[in-house]
């Protein structure tokens, strides 16, 4: 299987809300780095809890996945009732057809303001 199309099911089975089949996209011994929270995710069991204990009223829009050679890169979108939407940059590594590590930039999707002096060089909007 091509490595995008692992993580495509990857992210199909998190959203199918199908934890089996979610582990079956994961190492044994998968280790998942976020940045932002400094936090690591180590083993199978650990990332399908993540996933699975997380409070509903989320669903997952998978807007990009790249092959970029020795990495799988992936954009998702997760609006989550009553919190906003996130969006999410993966860094993927694919071998034997399962994920065998990551990291994961999750960020509020407009949650930050840009800078005053950068103000007469861009405008705030949206893309595709």
């Known amino acids: 299987m091509e490595s995008t199309e692992v993580v495509r099911q990857y992210w199909q ?64 979108q997760v609006p989550q009732e009553d919190v906003g939407v996130f969006r999410v940059i993966s860094f993927w590594t694919v071998a034997d057809d399962v994920i065998t590590s990551g990291r994961e930039y999750w960020t509020m999707y407009g949650g930050e303001e840009g800078r005053d002096w950068r103000r007469k060089y861009a405008e705030v909007g949206d893309l595709p």
């Open 13 to 76: 089975s998190v959203w199918s809300r199908d934890w089996k089949a979610v582990g079956r996209t994961l190492a044994e011994d998968v280790e998942v780095f976020w940045p932002v929270t400094r936090e690591i995710i180590r083993g199978r069991a650990n990332m399908v809890a993540v996933n699975s204990e997380h409070p509903n009223g989320w669903s997952i829009d998978v807007l990009n996945v790249y092959d970029a050679g020795e990495a799988v890169v992936s954009e998702v």
